[in-house]
């Protein structure tokens, strides 16, 4: 018998999961957890039995349709408390949320922000850092991961093309641009491509909000809004106190 209420869906994480630190080739790390829930099914059964709530996203610029997930956010907040937060600049969880998405728009749609790496950054105050998670919960690995990446060119040059990318029209982004034409992926005249995630069924990766990422969108003629064959997500973001003192050596990394 499926649960109905939402606590019944609140994600079991696997007790025998570890945690994996990958190193970008500008020495940075995002963190991987594969096998991250007991019943990863029991996620995509609450996104299909509430898909008449997901929404267009209207308030950044994620291409596609999301779903607030308040009270699933309990275990991950939970799970990030424990195992995540030390390895960051992160003292203390001040806030989180947690919403389920999937990227739907064809390539021809995007506006230029969204054919463009971003950070996960809302307006923060000096003492806050800001983390983020995916849990991938597809099972076709050709719908794409997350890449990272840094910027190519001079500050004010990057500084002028992302004002340009949320001012311009399409038209005139690109002839003055000349960036390729949809989804973002691999390097290009302004951002280094550094690291990939690979999209993998039931893994959750962790990263830096502040880390320039996209999604790797290679085959925008397969994305869907149906949550069993679609690119379904659980997207979560954590901000917290930094620490007092920080340093520049990379975190230890212990199992689950």
């Keep these: ?20 630190r990958v190193q970008l080739s500008n020495g940075s790390s995002y963190f991987i957890v594969d096998d991250a829930l007991v019943d990863p099914e029991r996620m995509v059964r609450f996104a299909v039995e509430h ?9 950044n610029a994620y291409p596609g349709v999301f779903l607030l997930t308040p009270d699933i956010a309990v275990s991950l907040s939970q799970f990030f408390n424990q195992h995540m937060r030390r390895l960051f600049d992160a003292r203390r969880l001040l806030h ?7 990227v739907t728009l064809p390539s021809h749609a995007l506006r230029p922000y969204q054919r463009m790496c971003h950070r996960d950054m809302p307006v923060l105050e000096p003492r806050h850092s800001i983390q983020a998670s995916i849990l991938y919960l597809f099972k076709d690995s050709g719908l794409g991961g997350t890449s990272f990446y840094e910027p190519a060119r001079p500050q004010e040059e990057m500084a002028a093309l992302f004002n340009d990318a949320n001012t311009l029209s399409s038209q005139a982004f690109d002839i003055k641009y000349r960036l390729q034409p949809g ?8 951002f280094k491509c550094v690291g990939t995630a690979l999209a993998k069924w039931n893994r ?12 790797d969108i290679m085959a925008p003629d397969r994305l869907t809004a149906d949550p069993i064959s679609g690119r379904l997500t659980l997207n979560a973001f954590f901000t917290c106190r930094r620490n007092i003192s920080t340093s520049n050596t990379g975190p230890s990394i212990s199992p689950i």
């Design 1 to 20: 018998m499926i649960a109905k209420t939402v606590q019944d869906y609140n994600p079991v994480f696997n007790p025998e999961a570890r945690i994996e």
């Design 51 to 59: 898909l008449a709530q997901f929404r267009n996203v209207d308030f």
């Design 96 to 102: 989180m949320h947690c919403r389920l998405s999937m």
């Design 183 to 190: 989804y973002m992926f691999g390097s290009n005249h302004y």
């Design 204 to 215: 959750l990766i962790f990263y830096d909000g502040y880390f320039l990422h996209s999604g």
